[in-house]
């Protein structure tokens, strides 16, 4: 089968690979329908994911349907449409029991597929643990519709969760990239007083501003006296910080009124400076990631009724056979791509 291969730093390549099989009897092996590609994906490729093992298969966002399962796989059976989490779970440990399940610890738990583990940038692909891994895809609900659900969306939902969002807030969104926009729609679902997403790029401002009309924009340059003069309280109740530049970092807890919660959801490529004397007195709350991504039930029955909806999101498609291409238009940003689907070869 085609298989997309981290070979070396600065070099992944499509590769013919034998289709996986099932190891464990936890494991299921699916068949890749819809896949797509993460800015994560990219730090692998730049060698900023220390973790990550030369020649595995990348790819951590799809879903497919289950071909086969292993004895103790009870939440799904083959023929199942399903999406497959970017975290690997048992679902038993102290972190899992808390639904932190990030930070399982299984020898490959958090993020393994497409890092540690061969990932879904292929035709198939082997899922551990899948009666936490997958879940299944209502029938109402396309491919399309769930292709987020596993990575980008169950941030963009673990981040508003964790930011205690009340109707009284103004919520201030750093970023209006892939993980930026699923944010967004998931703050939404909270009905806080007002949303203010905060992006330099004229493409994403444009298209925050047609899907998203009751959203107030602004870009960087003018954030801090924008989200001043647009909050009851000097600044924003609630920042979550999903761009990671060392400029969006500063701004974010600039922009935090007294007391705020900052939630920090991007993943940064180097360190960042917390200057203490100048926050003192701010008395802020910072919560820091990654994802914990064990809601995608409760996220693939909002798309099927209809909350959320990141179809907007695909604007581009390619098949596995062209993901060379789909990788140049996504890592330079051509053609105002956010998110590209791609398809079985
Ligand atoms: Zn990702
Ligand atoms: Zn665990």
């Known amino acids: 089968m085609l298989a997309y291969t981290y070979v070396k730093r600065g070099k992944f390549e499509l590769l013919d ?11 299921a092996i699916v068949r890749v329908t ?6 994560s ?3 692998i490729k730049h060698g900023s994911v220390p973790r990550a093992v030369p020649g595995i298969t990348v790819g951590h966002e799809m879903v497919g349907v289950v071909e086969q399962v292993g004895a103790d796989v009870t939440s799904v059976r083959p023929g199942d449409r399903v999406t497959v989490n970017v975290e690997t779970f048992c679902g038993e440990c102290f972190f899992c029991r808390h639904g932190y399940v990030n930070n399982c610890t299984l020898p490959d738990g958090g993020w393994a597929l497409g890092c540690r583990i061969d990932g879904g940038q292929a035709e198939y692909v082997r899922v551990p643990y899948a009666n936490q891994g997958l879940n299944r895809i209502p029938d109402s609900v396309t491919d399309e519709q769930a292709l987020f659900v596993g990575d980008v969306l169950a941030t963009g939902y673990w981040a508003a969760d964790i930011s205690d969002i009340t109707a009284a807030d103004t919520v201030l ?4 990239g892939p ?3 699923c944010t967004l729609l998931c703050v939404m679902l909270k009905h806080p007083r ?3 997403v905060c992006e330099k790029s004229p493409e994403r401002i444009r298209f925050v501003r047609e899907h998203y009309p009751n959203v107030l924009v602004v870009t960087p340059e003018e954030c801090k006296s924008f989200v001043e003069a647009n909050s009851n309280h000097g600044g924003a109740d609630r920042v979550l910080e999903v761009a990671g530049t060392d400029e969006t970092f500063r701004l974010a807890w600039e922009c935090a009124r007294p ?3 900052v939630t920090i959801v991007a993943l940064y490529d180097h360190p960042q400076q917390l200057p203490l004397p100048d926050m003192y ?3 802020l709350v910072f919560k820091t990631g990654g994802v914990d991504g064990c809601r995608c039930d409760e996220i693939l029955r909002l798309i099927a009724a209809g909350k959320i909806d990141t179809r907007p999101l695909i604007t581009h498609r390619f098949p596995l056979n062209r993901i060379e291409e789909a990788y140049r238009i996504f890592e330079n940003k051509l053609d105002g791509v956010i998110k590209i689907a791609v398809t079985a070869p």
Do not use: E, F
């Open 17 to 27: 690979k034998p289709v996986p099989q099932l190891i464990d009897s936890q494991d």
């Open 34 to 39: 819809l896949g797509s590609i993460c800015t």
């Open 259 to 261: 007391n705020a919660i």
């Open 281 to 283: 007195g701010k008395n």
């Open 194 to 196: 007002r949303i203010i």
């Open 173 to 176: 969104i750093i970023g209006a």
């Open 41 to 43: 994906d990219l730090h």
């Open 179 to 181: 993980t930026g926009i």
